[in-house]
């Protein structure tokens, strides 16, 4: 069974930076995505979710929202079964919980998640 665990969350000033990081475990997939979805507090996470960036497992691609781009990184470090997403520059509108999602693609329909690690952006 997959098991993804994040972790790094926490409360930061604007301008701030955090390092998320997700470890997977039980998976047998050769080829699969991983990445980050986040939603706003208050609202049910399959309506409010939005994606954030996902990294290939073949070939390392990456995709980033528009609203991140520039200002976060996503990697991975294959040995460990573990991806990070560094997020600089941070604003009040990246305050929320972020999932870890593996799948086939970067689609939250079918994905397996993690339990989420809430961001808190605010002076």
């Known amino acids: 069974q997959v098991q993804l665990v994040e972790s790094g969350g926490g409360l930061v000033h604007p301008g701030g930076s955090l390092r998320l990081s997700c470890v997977a475990s039980?998976?047998?997939?050769?080829?699969?995505?991983m990445g980050w979805f986040r939603h706003n507090p208050g609202s049910e996470r399959e309506s409010a979710r939005e994606?954030?960036?996902?990294?290939?497992?073949?070939?390392?691609?990456?995709l980033y929202s528009d609203s991140v781009k520039g200002r976060f990184t996503i990697s991975r470090d294959k040995a460990k079964n573990t991806i990070y997403l560094q997020m600089n520059n941070l604003k009040p509108e990246d305050t929320g919980i972020y999932y870890c999602l593996m799948n086939v693609d970067c689609q939250p329909y079918g994905a397996h998640w993690g339990q989420g690690t809430q961001v808190t952006v605010s002076s």
């Open positions: 039980g998976f047998t997939y050769d080829y699969y995505v």
């Open positions: 994606r954030v960036s996902c990294i290939h497992s073949a070939d390392s691609s990456t």
